[in-house]
C-alpha cells in the first residue's frame, strides 16, 4: 500500500516535470513571422524637357502632366542656353531634402550665372532653377490636387524679357500638375 503510494506520487511528478518541459519548450520556439510593414510610397518618375520651339520660344514640354499621388522624381532636361540671372538668390524650396541635383551634384541655391528657367509653384512652395544646357532632377511629395507651375526667370522673347512671351504662357511657361 505504501509502495502504490510512492508510485502515485512519482508518477504526479513526472507528469508536473514533463508539462514544465514542454512550456519551456512552447515558449523557446520562434514567434510566428510578423506581417510585412506597408510597402512605402511608390515613387513616380517625370521627364520634362525645355525645347526651343519653331517659333523660337523655349517651351515646356510637357507643360501639362498628370502623375498619381506620392512622391515623384521630377527630372528636367533643359536645352536653352546658359542665362545669366544676376541677383537671383534662387533658393531651392519645397522638394525632399530642399535640393535640387544640377547635373547629378545636390544644390540647395543655384548660382545665379545660369538660371535659364524655373518651375515655380505657389500652391506647393515649391522653387526649382533650371540652368541652361542642363539637366535637373528633384524629389517632391505630391498630394492629389492640381497645382499650377510657372517660370519666373525673365525668358521673353521680347523686348521687355520679364513680361513678353512665353513668359507666362500656358503651354510654354506655364501649365498645371494634376495628381491624380
Ligand atoms: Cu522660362
New binding site residues.
Partial sequence: MKFGWLVGTYLVAGVVLALAFAGGLLRAMPAPARPAPTSPTPTHYVNLSIVMAPNGW?QYSPANFTVPAGRAVITIVDHDLPNNWAGCSCVVTGTVGQVEYVNGTAERAVSDENV???FISAQLGLSVFSPGDSTVSFSVNLAPGVYAWY?V?P?GAGTDPSTSAP?GLPGY?AGHITVS
Fill in positions: 523655349p535659364a528657367h524655373t517660370c526667370t525668358c513668359m511657361m
